[in-house]
């Protein structure tokens, strides 16, 4: 009798803690071609106080990086948490592994309900990487025979961006209606989805919440609510702003960098600025809409919010207007992660690539780490244990570009097509000014970030390898 009493207070007690602590909601959001540096979170010009109040009830990673700074390779390296510099060299899009490969596909078979929100820009559809249901799916396709709903952007450019893509219902059927490519309610739109999701959601599973959303990718066109405030007459560019490269660095006649043709005019750039600027401050309000939606259902102190983007943008910078370079600039991520077993109000300088995502939020949620995940894990960073987990970070753009980036600020770009190479020392000079390639002292620390890249590439199976010039790396 005594033995059944205390077995019943033991499965008692075990089901009360298992109630007290369930599994975690993830609240994946990211950005389109966010700058770091823009947001106050980072000490830049636009106010962003939604992200600021998640930064301080959460860590602030102030060196995570991209790889391949494009949009569909940069997401594709999210959810699969692997390096992808060998299949998206070519130029195309990169064909994933199977689902059960994928980050969304772990959460969903641990039992997370896995729903996508906003841009789809990668290889299959959701419904085939792990994602159960969409919620305001937005993607390429189903305006076929409609013109764009705004076929100039707010400065007069031709629209080259987003041309054909709608919304989609859960049956990936066109909802035309609501706009044929970008349009100012874009963004309000895709977080109306995510609201949808939070306020629907069942309590007894756990969500996965992934929230991709467009601001702030071209074309620009003022968000609702914020107007035409300023043409940017009065803005400050920044440091490195040059009217064009100095050098053709492998996307010079692309897509992004003719929006604005060069020599592109400081008052070109800041018209361009000003609009870029106002939808970062409505993306912040999209972001405050979904916190506040899981803080009116009681579930945003047991989710875990991860904030990041899929790479920067130039807007100026070094000659450049568009993402696809290797300077701080564009491969610089803002990340900030808050919730369950995340410290508060701090700040890691660890360097991180977004690959690591996946195995962070599988260790923080208990989750097994599939073996083709090439990630690593920032947990011991975020616990304390480690200050870096990786020797180094690097960058990959098509056939045309490769970086090492090491913790003490030391930077390499090899550009293998144009036969030159940048030395940058960003823990001194963050605008990248001052090349120190042809620096005879500092001669042994290029050929020094030669010989580690050269590893790194021959690790990879990168082809380029061979091309690094043996006086580099003696």
């Not at 009830?57 to 594709?76: D, L, Y």
């Not at 510099?85 to 199977?98: D, N």
Request: net charge positive; with cysteine.
């Amino acid at each position: 009798m005594r033995i059944g009493f205390t077995l019943a207070l033991l499965l008692a007690s075990l089901r009360t803690a298992s109630a007290a602590d369930p599994p975690p909601n993830v609240l994946l959001v990211v950005a389109d071609d966010l700058r770091a540096d823009v947001s106050s979170v980072y000490g830049g010009p636009v106010k962003t106080p939604n992200l600021e109040a998640l930064a301080a009830r959460g860590s602030v990673f102030e060196r995570a990086t991209c790889g391949f700074p494009i949009c569909h390779v940069s997401r594709a390296e999210l959810i699969t948490g692997r390096c992808l510099v060998t299949e998206a060299s070519p130029g195309r899009i990169v064909s994933l592994r199977p689902e059960s490969n994928l980050w969304p596909a772990v959460m969903r078979r641990g039992g997370w309900h896995t729903v996508y929100s906003g841009k789809w820009d990668i290889d299959g559809t959701p419904w085939t990487r792990g994602y159960e249901t969409t919620s305001r799916l937005y993607s390429a396709g189903g305006a076929k025979g409609l013109p764009l709903t705004l076929p100039k952007s707010a400065t007069g450019r031709a629209v080259t961006g987003y041309v054909g893509w709608t919304f989609k219902t859960n049956e990936n059927t066109p909802i035309p209606t609501l706009g044929v490519g970008l349009t100012p309610e874009t963004d309000a739109r895709i977080a109306d989805g995510a609201l949808e999701v939070i306020r629907s959601a069942k309590t007894d599973r756990p969500l996965f919440l992934h929230v991709n959303f467009t601001a702030p990718h071209d074309p620009l066109h003022w968000p609702s609510g914020l107007g035409e405030r300023d043409r940017g007459a009065g803005m400050k560019l920044p440091a490195n702003f040059r009217p064009g490269p100095p050098f053709d660095y492998g996307n010079i006649s692309g897509r992004d960098e003719i929006i604005v043709p060069a020599p592109r005019t400081e008052a070109d750039v800041r018209a361009e600025r000003a609009v870029y600027y106002a939808l970062v401050e409505q993306l912040d309000v999209q972001v405050g809409r979904i916190i506040k939606a899981l803080s009116d259902r009681g579930q945003l102190e047991r989710t875990i919010v991860v904030f990041t983007s899929d790479q920067g943008l130039a807007l100026g910078s070094h000659g450049l207007m568009g993402k696809q370079n290797n300077y701080e600039h564009t491969v610089q991520v803002p990340l900030i992660l808050a919730g369950p077993g995340i410290p508060a109000k701090k700040r890691f300088a660890a360097q991180c690539a977004l690959r690591d995502l996946c195995p962070t939020v599988c260790e923080l949620t208990g989750q097994p780490v599939p073996a083709s995940v090439e990630g690593t894990s920032l947990v011991p960073v975020l616990k304390g244990r480690r200050d870096e987990v990786h020797e180094a970070v690097f960058g990959y753009f098509t056939t045309t570009q490769r970086m090492i980036r090491t913790p003490d600020g030391w930077k390499l770009i090899w550009y293998p097509k144009a036969g030159r190479m940048q030395l940058f020392h960003v823990a001194k000079d963050p605008d990248e000014l001052n090349d120190l390639s042809n620096d005879a002292a500092h001669a042994d620390r290029l050929h020094k970030l030669a010989r580690a890249l050269r590893a790194w590439l021959r690790d990879q199976g990168d082809p380029l390898e061979a091309q690094i010039p043996k006086s580099m790396d003696r």
